[in-house]
Structures are given as structure tokens and as C-alpha cells.
């Protein structure tokens, strides 16, 4: 068994930062990939933010620049850092985890969601 509980959304205003993290507990082999997905009223659910394991990340055109990904692999945990935020911005944030043995058994692990909201 596998949970993942994310933390550190909030209401801020446009321009501030927040960083949001994830930590994975229960049952670990390995972590294939680690990332953050967003979806806001009316909009497609997005792929934010991406790293592989071995440290190759990527990131959706929208939040380059300002968004950077990164890990504690020793605590199984990935984190957000979101600086300039933007009103656009405001979604539900969702921590995604593929954990499996090998390759051929990964599972997809989602965290509970995360409330981001940036005023103008």
C-alpha cells in the first residue's frame, strides 16, 4: 500500500511564491517518475511539472521560467517551488507517483489534491 499527502497550497497574491511538496509512504521499491498535475475549473487536467529518476525534468510551457521541480529521493518526497505566480495559475494541484519493481509493473499513485489560489 501507497500514499502519497501533498502540502503547502494557500491563498497568495500575484507575484508570491509557494512551494508544495509530496511524500510518499507504505510500501516503496522503486520511483520511476515523480510529477504535478493541475486542473482548473474548465480546463483540462495538465501535466505541470516532471522528473524522471534519473533527474531529467520537464515542465508545461506555461509555468517555464517560473516553476522548478525537485526531490529528496531519500525521503520519497517531490516538491514545487512556484515563484511569480500568476491568477492563471489557480487550480488543484495533484502529486502523481509511478512505483513498481521493474518497468513492466508500474502503478500510477495520486496524492489528495492541493488547492492553489493567486489573486490579482
Known amino acids: 500500500q501507497v500514499q502519497l499527502v501533498e502540502s503547502g497550497g494557500g491563498l497568495v497574491q500575484a507575484g508570491e511564491s509557494l512551494r508544495l511538496s509530496c511524500a510518499a509512504s507504505g510500501s516503496i521499491s522503486s520511483i520511476n517518475f515523480m510529477g504535478w498535475d493541475r486542473q482548473a475549473p474548465g480546463k483540462e487536467r495538465e501535466l505541470v511539472a516532471g522528473?524522471?529518476?534519473?533527474?531529467?525534468?520537464n515542465y508545461a510551457n506555461s509555468v517555464k521560467g517560473r516553476f522548478t521541480i525537485s526531490r529528496d529521493t531519500a525521503k520519497n518526497t517531490v516538491f514545487l517551488q512556484m515563484n511569480s505566480l500568476k491568477p492563471e495559475d489557480t487550480a488543484v494541484y495533484y502529486c502523481?507517483?509511478?512505483?513498481?519493481?521493474?518497468?513492466?509493473?508500474?502503478?500510477?499513485?495520486w496524492g489528495q489534491g492541493t488547492q492553489v489560489t493567486v489573486s490579482s
Open positions: 502523481n507517483m509511478k512505483i513498481g519493481p521493474n518497468w513492466l509493473m508500474l502503478r500510477d499513485y
Open positions: 522528473i524522471s529518476s534519473g533527474g531529467s525534468s
